[in-house]
């Protein structure tokens, strides 16, 4: 036991000719050194945890195991992003070790994504900026951290980080969404502001070639619109083949103008107005048949799945009831009123699978869920 005080300094400094005469005298890569708390620890994890990325290098070369674990179940990987040590983070990631969190499920990177939109403190985002330093990718079949971020409504602080460290303003979601139209779907002002300036561009389409603004003022979302006009984005409602979307831009740039004078005063002074908050039972829901009959399909997919119960117990509407509704979904064209209620049953039912289908429809789930949401709130 005497040569593992000499073989602890040696990991700890970065001594690599002592490391290497143990080695060559039959030191096991995979050996465990005792600490000062009366457990033991590997001497990668030892190297790991001190910055030593020469000694890492070493240990691995001799056939040290990149993902040994401490008794705690503490790797070198772990140790090494806790401490933020980026050049022994790349090695680890050069060398196979997987970018899964501990439930081996999601990337490393998609973790702290969350972790930094959920709290964004310093702590988180420095996390996430030794993540992104070491060059840790997300999974396949995940999407890009930027689009992450927008669709957990990060704070701009999170996307900043991200587009400073090489994400794409411009990025797009599975199923072709640009991330700036993600954030304007979302009513995310600060987003669409932080993806503009770093260069998103404001005029991108989704597969049905509306842009940004034009997904904003489909919503009322006045405040998106008001930044994307401040960044230059063209006025136009103007769908390629004619079709003019939503209301006219005139009232909400008015409306968009004047809340730009309430966020950024000028000499005159502007008070806000006093505003009654009313909640509605009964919505008028304006679209095609096509978007009916997605909610409809919606609905019946996920009381198929869950069964009669389950809308039963979250609203206490038989079964009968639930069909019916499904019914008319099927039928409407154009204009359709429902209660409160009946929007809150395709919320949840495309809340529901959204968790369960593939990326593309998974993602048209989710936006869904966010609209009603957003308007249930009104």
Do not use: C
């Amino acid at each position: 036991m005497e040569r593992w005080p000499v073989l602890i300094r040696a990991a700890t400094v970065g001594d690599l000719d002592t490391l290497r005469t143990a080695l060559d005298q039959g030191v096991d890569p995979n050996g465990t050194v005792p600490t000062a708390f009366g457990y033991t620890d590997p001497l990668l994890v030892t190297a790991a945890a001190h910055g030593q990325v020469e000694v890492v290098r070493l240990l691995l070369d001799a056939g040290a195991s990149p993902t040994i674990q401490t008794d705690s179940g503490r790797t070198p990987m772990k140790v090494a992003l806790e401490r933020r040590h980026v050049p022994v983070a790349k090695e680890l990631l050069a060398r196979g070790v997987p970018p899964l969190d501990s439930g081996g499920k999601d990337s490393l990177l998609r973790g702290a994504v969350r972790a930094a939109s959920e709290d964004p403190h310093t702590s988180t985002l420095a996390h996430l900026e030794t993540l992104l330093e070491a060059g840790m990718p997300v999974l396949d079949g995940e999407e890009s951290a930027v689009v992450q971020a927008v669709e957990q409504r990060a704070v701009p602080a999170v996307l900043r980080v991200l587009l400073r460290h090489g994400g794409s303003p411009d990025d797009r979601r599975a199923d072709g969404v640009p991330v700036l139209t993600l954030a304007a779907i979302r009513d995310d002002p600060a987003a669409v502001d932080a993806l503009l300036a770093h260069g998103a561009d404001p005029e991108a389409t989704d597969p049905t070639g509306r842009t940004a603004l034009m997904r904003a003022a489909e919503r009322g979302a006045s405040d998106v619109v008001a930044v994307l006009l401040a960044h230059g984005a063209k006025p136009s409602l103007a769908l390629p083949d004619g079709r003019i979307v939503a209301e006219p831009l005139g009232s909400l740039r008015q409306h968009a103008s004047y809340r730009m004078r309430t966020l950024f005063p000028a000499d005159t002074e502007t008070a806000e107005p006093a505003v009654m908050s009313v909640f509605p039972t009964a919505y008028v829901v304006r679209g095609s048949a096509e978007l009916f009959a997605e909610w409809a399909s919606t609905v019946r997919s996920a009381g198929e799945d869950r069964g009669d119960v389950w809308f039963e117990n979250l609203f206490s509407w038989p079964a009968d009831d639930v069909a019916d509704l499904v019914q008319r979904l099927s039928r409407a064209e154009g204009v359709l009123t429902v209660s409160s209620d009946e929007l809150a049953i395709v919320r949840d039912a495309a809340s529901y699978l959204a968790d369960r289908n593939g990326p593309e429809r998974a993602a048209a789930h989710r936006d869904l869920h966010e609209d009603l949401t957003r308007q249930l709130r009104r």
